[in-house]
């Protein structure tokens, strides 16, 4: 794993050279859905600070495992929900998680905020954008991204800290170019946002090219 992310942030650090950007400013969050507690250890001691899953039920039992973990750097881990979100998983959602990456419809986020409000806290969040036209994915279409930035800045205990979207699966990274191309041109459109959560091991080195200042990689640094 070591060597997976030390050839990880070469690979970063080279596609931020290509459009001069400072590679300091990419957060890598290390997806750990269906890995172990053991393998999520090895990922802080490397010094990941930010880790990512996609399902409330699946992230309780480790998140309570490494409450009372330090990583080498005595640093806190920050938890990303990056999966679809059931409003009956919201309650557990807002104790764990420090940004949900997922958020695409007013129901949830009325009931994020709601549960963030019963525990005190402004819970931070991303708006899911469904980039492609592809059926069967989440998140809100560009056309209705605007008013529904709107509707949700309402809510007292929610920040909308950025976007977030997931390419559709191709063949060759270069194709999912034109859906970050996509998102990034949205979040320009939108003052006060600072994140652009868009690639994964597939396709990170385009979205980076295309803007992103965040990552969501698991296969490559889990696998191989
Ligand atoms: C699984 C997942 C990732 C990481 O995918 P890899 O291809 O393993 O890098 C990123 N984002 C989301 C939303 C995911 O579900």
Not at 41 to 46: I, T, V
Not at 68 to 93: D, E, F
Request: include cysteine.
């Amino acid at each position: 794993m070591k060597e997976n992310l030390l050839k990880l942030k070469e690979r970063i650090a080279l596609a931020c050279s290509r459009i001069n950007k400072n590679p300091g400013f990419v957060t890598l969050v290390a997806v750990t859905k269906n890995r172990g507690v053991g393998e999520i250890r090895a990922a802080l001691d490397c010094g990941i600070l930010d880790i990512g899953e996609n399902r409330v039920q699946e992230t309780l039992p480790k998140y309570k495992e490494l409450q009372s973990y330090q990583p080498a750097n005595s640093a806190n881990i920050r938890w990303h929900m990056v999966g679809h979100l059931q409003t009956n998983k919201v309650a557990q959602a807002v104790e764990i998680f420090d940004l949900i990456h997922s958020v695409d419809s007013l129901r949830l986020a009325e009931e994020i905020d709601k549960q963030a409000a019963r525990i005190n806290k402004v819970q931070g969040i991303l708006i899911e954008v469904k980039t492609s036209p592809e059926a069967t994915k989440d998140g809100v279409i560009p056309q209705d991204l605007a008013k529904f930035f709107k509707e949700v800045s309402g809510f007292k205990n929610l920040k909308i800290k950025g976007l977030m979207t997931i390419a559709p699966l191709v063949d060759n990274a270069q194709k999912a170019r034109p859906y970050f191309k996509k998102l990034r041109e949205l979040y320009d459109g939108i003052s006060g946002l600072s994140v652009l959560s868009m690639g994964m091991s597939d396709d990170f080195e385009v979205a980076l090219e295309e803007g992103s200042n965040m990552v969501r990689i698991g296969r490559a640094i889990f696998e191989g």
